[in-house]
């Protein structure tokens, strides 16, 4: 089987990474990825499109109805209060739950001037948020932490790892885990 015909999290973990460079202009806050500075993934059309004024639909890069969508964590104050020693423990611990769940897993990622970042390809949106919200919690992540999604038509959708996120710059409301 043509292993572009399968879900990501059914692919092998040893795909190739593209590395991207950025150069990220100083502000007080940054809505959606305009912080990042460095970043990787294994799709790095999506990854292009994303930082392009062009428009993005996940069923361009998945025949398999997966959803990109990505965590936003706010770094102003590190990790400080979580389990988490890094953004590559928490990478960790989320590819290992969703995949376990067979629902989704990490694509790539990125780091930013205020925020760290952590791109994934899901098969059931819900789930992956109720998933991924356990972990984080459990973990204890900074209050202003939230998933956000890669396509267009669904720009204005946030979902906040905790009941209490506050609002971050990207001005859209925020909601569960739908």
Not at 52 to 69: H, I, L, M, N, Q
Not at 76 to 90: E, H, P, R, T, W
Not at 156 to 162: A, F, M, R, S, Y
């Amino acid at each position: 089987m043509n292993n572009s015909n399968l879900p990501w999290h059914m692919r092998s973990k040893d795909q190739h990474h593209q590395i991207f460079q950025m150069q990220p202009i100083e502000q007080a806050d940054y809505p959606n990825r305009s912080d990042i500075f460095v970043g990787y993934t294994v799709l790095p059309d999506l990854w292009e499109r994303f930082h392009s004024s062009e428009p993005v639909y996940s069923s361009d890069f998945s025949k398999c109805g997966e959803t990109f969508c990505y965590l936003k964590i706010d770094g102003i104050n590190g990790l400080k209060g979580s389990v988490f020693a890094d953004k590559a423990q928490i990478e960790d611990a989320l590819d290992e739950a969703l995949r376990h769940f067979k629902v989704g897993c990490v694509i790539g990622g990125g780091t930013g001037l205020r925020y760290s970042y952590v791109d994934f390809a899901v098969t059931d949106v819900s789930t992956t948020c109720d998933i991924l919200r356990k972990v984080l919690r459990a973990g204890n992540i900074p209050k202003r932490s939230c998933i956000l999604f890669f396509d267009t038509d669904k720009s204005d959708q946030k979902v906040g790892i905790w009941d209490d996120t506050p609002v971050s710059p990207e001005n859209v409301k925020l909601t569960g885990s739908e």
